[in-house]
Structure formats: structure tokens, C-alpha cells
T-cell receptor, first 117, second 111 residues
């Protein structure tokens, strides 16, 4: 049982390039999230999904797009990377709405370190 | 969304008990309080969750007063390996699943 797997773990892009980060979970979770974490800072929500085929904006959605075509996968895309998008990106998932009791919690991946030059 | 406020940083020594308090004045009736721990270069991991009074597991205790406007994470007899950032989160279900982290508390445990 792998849990939440993020691909790739590291990536260096040039300004203007595009790329897609993949998050895969094998726990049949409905809820999936993308966060970014800048050095010395907390996590900021980019986009999230409450089920297959759904996406919603978080706190900092600009410059990113997401898709949830399959329940187990949540893709984060950068169409034209900018240096301000240099960050560590974390994906997380939850079976039910996290924070609603019954021990519902987020499971996080190990992160993707992205540098945009 | 219920906003949370925590101290930015705390220092402690090995063997001491550490209490980290989180304020959440506008917590909703259905909201639970959840704490996560994050080590450097890792994703956060769940520590404990509660709704009211006291919850205890093998890692920590969570104290929630009757008005639920704050909560306190208690780590007994900390060790160097407890050095991490601790996040308090409130709710998520009432906001359609939108879950926003606060700034967290950076705990530094010294020998």
C-alpha cells in the first residue's frame, strides 16, 4: 500500500516552460489537495478536489491548473512557469472531508521540489 | 473559514512537557480540531484530533475547553526528534472540503 505518491520528486524548469506534477493515491480517497510550501513558510492551498471530475480553487490558484479525470489521480499543471513558482509542492488526500470527525485526516505525499530559473 | 492563531515558535529542552495553544475563535459547531506535525523535507502527518474535552493517544494529548475557542496540544517529555513544525487545523467539512493551514508553530527541542 503506497499511500500518496508524487511524481517527480525534483524538477528544474526554465521560465516559460510547462510541466505537470502527478499525485496518485491508492486508498480510494475522494478528497485530494495540492499545497505549496515556500522556505520557512506554511502550506498554502492551490487547488483541491472533492471527487472524480471536480476541482476547486484554493488560496493561491493563479498560474496553476488541475485535473481529476480519475479518482486516484490529481494532476497539477504549470502552463508557463515563473520563478515565483519555485517551491515545494505537496499533495494530500482524505477519504471524507478532513476535520469532520471520525479521525478523518489528510495523508500527504513526500513532496516535489520545483525550481524555476 | 475558521482562522487559527498559533505562536510562531517555541523552544524547549529534552524531557520537558510542551504545550502549544491554538486560538480559533470562530470555530463552527460541526468543526473538529486536528493537529499535524511536519519534519523538514517531509509532508505533514496527522497527530491527533478532537471535538471537546480531552483526547489522548500514544503521541500527544489534546485539551479543548468547553467554549472550544482554543485548543492545546500537549507533548509529554519531548525529545530531540520532536523538533518540527506543528499545525492546528479547524474544520474543513463545512467549507466544502477547503482546508487551509495556518502558519504553524516551529518547535525546537534542545539537549
Amino acid at each position: 500500500n503506497a499511500g500518496v505518491t508524487q511524481t517527480p520528486k525534483f524538477r528544474v524548469l526554465k521560465t516559460g516552460q510547462s510541466m505537470t506534477l502527478l499525485c496518485a493515491q491508492d486508498m480510494n480517497h475522494e478528497y485530494m489537495y495540492w499545497y505549496r510550501q515556500d522556505p520557512g513558510m506554511g502550506l498554502r492551498l492551490i487547488h483541491y478536489s472533492v471527487g472524480e471530475g471536480t476541482t476547486a480553487k484554493g488560496e493561491v490558484p493563479d498560474g496553476y491548473n488541475v485535473s481529476r479525470l480519475k479518482k486516484q489521480n490529481f494532476l497539477l499543471g504549470l502552463e508557463s512557469a515563473a520563478p515565483s513558482q519555485t517551491s515545494v509542492y505537496f499533495c494530500a488526500s482524505s477519504l471524507r472531508p478532513p476535520g469532520t470527525g471520525k479521525g478523518e485526516k489528510l495523508f500527504f505525499g513526500s513532496g516535489t521540489q520545483l525550481s524555476v530559473l | 473559514l475558521a482562522k487559527t492563531t498559533q505562536p510562531i515558535s517555541m523552544d524547549s529542552y529534552e524531557g520537558q512537557e510542551v504545550n502549544i495553544t491554538c486560538s480559533h475563535n470562530n470555530i463552527a459547531t460541526n468543526d473538529y480540531i486536528t493537529w499535524y506535525q511536519q519534519f523538514p523535507s517531509q509532508g505533514p502527518r496527522f497527530i491527533i484530533q478532537g471535538y471537546k474535552t480531552k483526547v489522548t493517544n500514544e503521541v500527544a494529548s489534546l485539551f479543548i475547553p468547553a467554549d472550544r475557542k482554543s485548543s492545546t496540544l500537549s507533548l509529554p517529555r519531548v525529545s530531540l526528534s520532536d523538533t518540527a513544525v506543528y499545525y492546528c487545523l479547524v474544520g474543513g467539512g463545512n467549507q466544502g472540503g477547503k482546508l487551509i493551514f495556518g502558519q504553524g508553530t516551529e518547535l525546537s527541542v534542545k539537549p
